[in-house]
């Protein structure tokens, strides 16, 4: 059974920093890119940021550009996202999620299989 479990949510004051983690299990790490997603009250869930297990290629969404940094951890079946310079409108419910990367490397929420339960991060200004 595929399984994400993200971790690493909470409040902080705008500037800092907050590093979510999401634990992976039921699939080849190596062989899925791991998207970062996250939604806002009243708004879409947007994609962040993704890696590919196999190649640690990245990308991110120019909102998030020099501020936040996606990695892996392949041993552990663990990735994270090290949040930096947050600002008020970070705020949003976190999500990790995984695809094939044979299908797919990129922040399209859709095209996405597997999803995580979400961790909230508040950025108060």
């Known amino acids: 059974e595929v399984q994400l479990v993200e971790s690493g949510g909470g409040l902080v004051q705008a500037g800092g920093s907050l590093r979510l983690s999401c634990a992976a299990s039921g699939f080849t790490f190596d062989d899925y890119t791991i998207g970062w997603f996250r939604q806002a009250p009243g708004k879409d869930r947007e994609g962040v940021s993704c890696i590919s297990g196999s190649d640690r290629s990245t990308y991110y969404a120019d909102f998030v550009k020099g501020r936040f940094i996606v990695s892996t951890n392949n041993a552990k079946n663990a990735v994270y996202l090290q949040m930096n310079s947050l600002k008020p409108e970070d705020t949003a419910i976190y999500y990790c999620?995984?695809?094939?990367?044979?299908?797919?490397?990129?922040?399209?929420?859709?095209?996405?299989?597997?999803w995580g339960q979400g961790t909230q991060v508040a950025v108060s200004s």
């Open positions: 999620a995984a695809i094939d990367s044979s299908y797919y490397f990129g922040t399209t929420a859709y095209r996405y299989d597997y």
